[in-house]
């Protein structure tokens, strides 16, 4: 005998389900404790009664005569009613029925009743359990105790090619390459043990059927127990994730040739780089063979015209030989082999299995295979700006599988960003010149006047390294006295970086005119910064070899009226703020996406800055020299700031001083500002409800407050404006107005409401009756526009304190 234990959740397990027997006409003849719970009728007061008459509310009479019926007809029923209550309350049963035979003596009727919701809630969970087996596209695999498979799902059919039949029985990892199932095995049999579950953990999985071909999975594993704890076995979730993890790969591999090719201005320790790059991680051999022009550093022409000089290889393990030629030396290849043709022509290569004579066979001489046991080969041309600079030839022998598409696309790629690279090197001298000229005229030469910050600044361009780079700064007046702090970097150096960081900075420019908020702007700036890049796509059939585009940005609006900060980031450094008694914190950011990935959310965050606090805005060459660790440099940033001097100016040069090499490697952009407070006696806020009396009251309302500020001679003016901004609320926004005066530098006159309709300037005809409001308003001001907030928006004006603008 096997006693088995009773789930919880079964709603008909012998504990939950209510159990009633009644004869062939209805009549109760059992009667369990259980029923009893659940509809409060001791059996004495049921039993040999009509069930219809005790159980059944009349209303529902026809319902449960046509479950009778079906019952009769099928011989049993499943569903849902709703029965009475001993204290007249309705209670919804999931009931199953089953006839039973008395012989000759009649029929009669099992019922087994538990809550609806019990059940309702059971049969959802059989849906879920069967969903895994037959829908679910991720694999599930039954082990039992013995290490034997008891079954699969439909996912693991289609993953080994093997009918889910066929597994039944088999021993765990049957299906596989020898080491493959060791860990398989030793993988269910350690679940099986601790009963601790392995989640997410890869696992390269390789068929007995398919060799060749590696695949990746992740596995998720956990103990089965029944309610008594008895060990069932190990289900695991099984997730074919090869394509994922072959682009994990690739974006690895791109990350790391975007952060170690090109460091040096060097020609060959570039091709060196590349070479060591693509092994193992791509090829099991590589060769980087570049022009003699080019490591002469001539221009190259159009016509290739003499051998080319090996400059860089690498091969996996260190017993493995390298390609026949060493380093530096030069290299001819016959007239049929993939990498004449791809001098010649700039187009790659790609020949997933080479023939076994491939060797021997006629022009293939020249190949310079490191291996024999090579089987497939990739060649692409080293391009940039159109021209040829030479060849990268990669090789597999020891990788079982054969280079694909994806393969020849990201080598692509790679030899893209190491041409550029290798040709920035030849032209670096020219172009830092040219570089450093275009970025100084696009810089801005002095901070605006503005009363919301005291600001301090520091811009040094890289004096060493390939070239300057595209870093920016911005300080922008904002309505409402606010001002928007703005640092920025543009990816890669040279006139291509500075160009796009003007690009970048006057459309800085002008989504701060439109008072976007700080996530708004991002997200505005990663559309553009998308744009440019498209414009730098390959032209036709040759690659034009030109830096991919891309930059990070943090842009800040500091409000002087309530003491508060909006910050958002693109992959930029946080900000790090020191409050006036000195403590000193990196700001907690989101970090955001750098701009130019395209589609990823931004997120603005709000933080309330005493008066005299000191927020910090840098870019990377500040912390980020390629002796000193990031962690390292904002240490040294935090205690240089935790020190402030009296003077901003003094203050500044100490970081500078503390951070920056006397030549630094990158450019520098260091902002300090000090947050002001403009005093309450400077600000004056109404709140109006939306009645046509609010017009009136803003005008008596502005015009006591000019009067105390000693600006009567903008009272008409400003009454006007207020007049004509008030009513426009009441006539179209339909709701509540909030009338604000600033006096700091101009006279500023505020409107806002909860609508998010924008008003547009337009010029009334002579027969109009309206429509002159907006327009006298900007004839009276020297600027005026409209900023949106979440609750609405604010109509705002600025005056000079002089007099009214003419």
Request: aromatic letters at 4%; one cysteine or more; proline letters at 7%.
């Amino acid at each position: 005998m096997t006693e088995l234990s009773e789930s919880h959740d079964d709603p008909f397990a012998l504990h939950l389900a209510a159990l009633v027997v009644l004869d062939d006409r209805g009549t109760v003849v059992g009667w369990s404790r259980r029923a009893q719970e659940l509809l409060g009728h001791p059996d004495t007061a049921v039993i040999g009664r009509p069930a219809y008459e005790v159980l059944v509310d009349p209303r529902d009479l026809p319902a449960v005569a046509e479950a009778a019926a079906k019952c009769r007809r099928a011989g049993g029923w499943f569903g849902v009613l709703t029965l009475r209550h001993r204290d007249g309350q309705l209670v919804k049963l999931g009931l199953r029925a089953h006839e039973l035979s008395r012989g000759g003596r009649g029929r009669e009727w099992v019922l087994a009743g538990a809550l609806a919701g019990d059940v309702l809630e059971w049969q959802r969970d059989r849906a879920v359990l069967d969903g895994l087996y037959r829908q679910c596209p991720i694999g599930l695999v039954i082990h039992g105790p013995d290490q034997r498979i008891l079954r699969v799902n439909r996912a693991i059919e289609r993953f080994s090619g093997v009918p889910a039949a066929d597994f039944r029985g088999l021993s765990t990892g049957r299906l596989l390459l020898a080491d493959d199932a060791r860990k398989a095995v030793d993988r269910v049999r350690q679940v099986m043990q601790t009963g601790r579950p392995l989640v997410y953990s890869e696992q390269f999985v390789r068929l007995e059927q398919d060799p060749a071909r590696e695949r990746v999975a992740l596995v998720s594993s956990f103990r089965m127990e029944d309610p008594s704890g008895r060990v069932l076995g190990v289900a695991e979730m099984i997730e074919d994730i090869t394509d994922r993890h072959r682009a994990q790969r690739r974006l690895a591999l791109l990350d790391q040739v975007g952060s170690r090719i090109g460091t040096t201005l060097d020609v060959a320790e570039t091709a060196r780089e590349l070479a060591e790059v693509m092994v193992p991680h791509l090829a099991d051999h590589a060769s980087v063979d570049l022009l003699q022009a080019v490591t002469r550093g001539e221009e190259p022409t159009r016509a290739v015209a003499g051998p080319v000089v090996r400059l860089g290889t690498c091969s996996v393990g260190a017993q493995q030989p390298g390609p026949p030629h060493p380093e530096g030396e030069p290299v001819e290849f016959g007239p049929d082999t993939p990498q004449a043709g791809c001098l010649a022509e700039g187009r790659p290569v790609l020949e997933p299995v080479l023939p076994p004579d491939w060797v021997s066979a006629a022009g293939r001489q020249g190949a310079q295979a490191p291996d024999l046991g090579a089987h497939s080969l990739i060649v692409v041309p080293l391009a940039a700006r159109g021209l040829v600079l030479g060849v990268m030839t990669l090789w597999r022998s020891r990788r079982p599988d054969a280079f694909e598409t994806d393969d020849l696309t990201l080598a692509q790629e790679l030899a893209s960003r190491a041409a550029v690279a290798i040709d920035n090197a030849r032209r670096f001298t020219q172009q830092q010149q040219t570089a450093f000229t275009l970025q100084s005229s696009l810089l801005p030469r002095a901070v605006p006047d503005q009363s919301a910050v005291e600001v301090a600044l520091r811009y040094l361009p890289a004096s060493a390294g390939p070239g300057l780079g595209g870093d920016w700064f911005d300080v922008i007046p904002l309505s409402g006295a606010r001002v928007a702090l703005v640092v920025g970097d543009v990816v890669g150096r040279g006139i291509h970086a500075a160009a796009t960081m003007g690009r970048l900075r006057t459309a800085v420019h002008t989504l701060a005119s439109l008072d976007l908020e700080p996530d708004e702007v991002l997200s505005r700036l990663d559309d553009l910064v998308n744009l440019l890049a498209a414009e730098q796509e390959a032209v036709g059939e040759r690659p034009v070899g030109e830096q991919v585009v891309g930059a990070t940005c943090l842009y800040a609006v500091y409000d002087p009226v309530s003491g508060r900060c909006s910050v958002a980031r693109a992959g930029h450094p946080p900000p790090v703020v020191t409050a006036p008694d000195g403590q000193v914190a990196l700001l907690d950011l989101p970090a955001g996406p750098p701009l130019g990935l395209g589609g990823l959310p931004f997120e603005a965050r709000d933080i309330e800055l005493a008066e005299g606090s000191l927020l910090c805005l840098y870019t990377n060459g500040i912390i980020g020299e390629r002796h000193i660790d990031a962690d390292v440099g904002l240490t040294k940033l935090c205690a240089a700031l935790a020190r402030p001097a009296g003077a901003l100016e003094r203050t500044c040069q100490t970081v500078v001083d503390a951070l920056v090499p006397s030549r630094p490697s990158d450019d520098v952009v260091l902002l300090i500002a000090r947050t002001r407070v403009l005093p309450p006696d400077s600000v004056a806020s109404w709140r109006l409800p939306p009645e046509p009396a609010s017009a009136g009251r803003a005008r008596a309302l502005a015009s006591a407050k000019l009067s105390e500020w000693g600006l009567e001679h903008l009272a008409f003016t400003t009454e006007l404006i207020a007049s004509e901004l008030v009513t426009n609320v009441y006539r179209y926004a339909g709701g509540p107005a909030t009338l604000r005066l600033i006096r700091e530098q101009c006279l500023v006159c505020e409107v806002s409401d909860t609508s998010h309709t924008s008003p547009h300037l337009r010029r009334a005809r002579t027969t109009d009756e309206g429509g002159r409001g907006l327009f006298l308003v900007a004839q009276m001001t020297e600027r005026w526009g409209t900023r949106y907030t979440r609750e609405g928006k604010t109509v705002w004006t600025e005056q000079p304190l002089t007099g009214t603008p003419v």
